[in-house]
């Protein structure tokens, strides 16, 4: 077994490039979910010790999120008539967590779980758009990779995707100790969000939704 020097140095820095879905979820009747799509959550983690136990720590660092989703609008005037809404949105994240991990066994293993707040910012969002007629499930339209900003999208136009949006993390994995310094981290992360994310002409909410593999080298 490696000899920690965790809890002697007070922190842990890392790098991670993690494999993720993200959906929305929605509360408004004519809105609901249309699919998924592939995220990637990559940046820099820190692991900051509480006092001199290494087994309990304040997880944060700085990351960059792609994701998005899918929704399907009915439109309020016609029935048969649909639009479907495909974002692709980057945010800057800043999570802040507890992270607790178990005592490191033989096999040089380590057992965490983190829960805790993400904070993003949006910093980049565009969507596609698509038309349809219910009866004849025949595209009447697109518009391809255009800006977020007063799209046609039924029921309510939607404005913009909201600048600021908080989400709750749980996260679960192992460490694999390779030397005194270094570990690899593997683990499965779930997000749920809180806030609106898309702004538009009414006051329902869609919040966004993320499910994936973390992968991560710690030093």
Partial sequence: MFVSTYAQ????????????????????????????RFSLNYGALVDIVMGNNERYAISTGMTINIGGGKLKGINPDDPNSYSVLTSKVQYLEIPVGLKLRSNESASNLIFYGNLGLVNGFRIRARADIEYFDEDKDKELGLLDNVKFKELDFFPSNAEKINVYQLGLHFEAGTEFRVSDNTSIVGGLFFRNGFTNVIKDEDDERV?????GLRIAVMF
């Fill in 9 to 36: 140095v007070g922190a842990r820095f890392g790098f991670t490039a993690s494999p993720a879905i993200s959906w929305y979820s929605a509360d408004h009747k004519q809105v609901e979910n249309e699919g998924m």
């Fill in 207 to 211: 919040v966004q939704r993320n499910f």
